[in-house]
C-alpha cells in the first residue's frame, strides 16, 4: 500500500479510514474502546504499516484486514479468556 494516500480521521462516535486504494471504511469507536477514550492528541498519533494501524501510546494495533472483515477489538475476548 502507498502509505501517502492513507488516513484516518474521527467524529464523536465513529473512525474513518481512507485505503490507499480508494475505499473507505467507517466503523463505530465502540468497537475500539482505548481509542474511544482517548484524546484527541492521542487518536491523531497513528502509525500506518503494511498490515494496518498502530498507536504507540494507547497499544493499539487495528489490521486493516480485520476492519474490512468487521472484526473489532480481540483483546477485550483476551481478557475475558484470562
Known amino acids: 500500500m502507498n502509505t501517502s ?6 467524529d ?3 473512525m474513518g479510514v481512507d485505503l490507499s486504494d ?8 465502540a468497537r ?9 492528541e492521542q487518536r491523531s498519533k497513528v502509525e ?4 494496518g494501524l498502530h498507536w504507540e501510546q ?5 489490521a486493516i484486514d480485520g ?3 468487521g472484526i473489532g477489538d480481540l483483546s ?3 481478557q475475558a479468556a484470562t
Open 76 to 78: 477485550r475476548e483476551d
Open 22 to 29: 480508494g475505499r473507505v471504511i467507517a466503523v463505530p469507536l
Open 48 to 51: 500506518f504499516s503494511a498490515r
Open 58 to 62: 494507547l497499544e493499539e494495533d487495528i
Open 32 to 40: 475500539f474502546p482505548r481509542l474511544m477514550n482517548a484524546t484527541p
Open 67 to 69: 476492519l474490512l472483515a
Open 5 to 10: 494516500d492513507r488516513a484516518v480521521r474521527f
Open 12 to 14: 464523536d462516535n465513529t
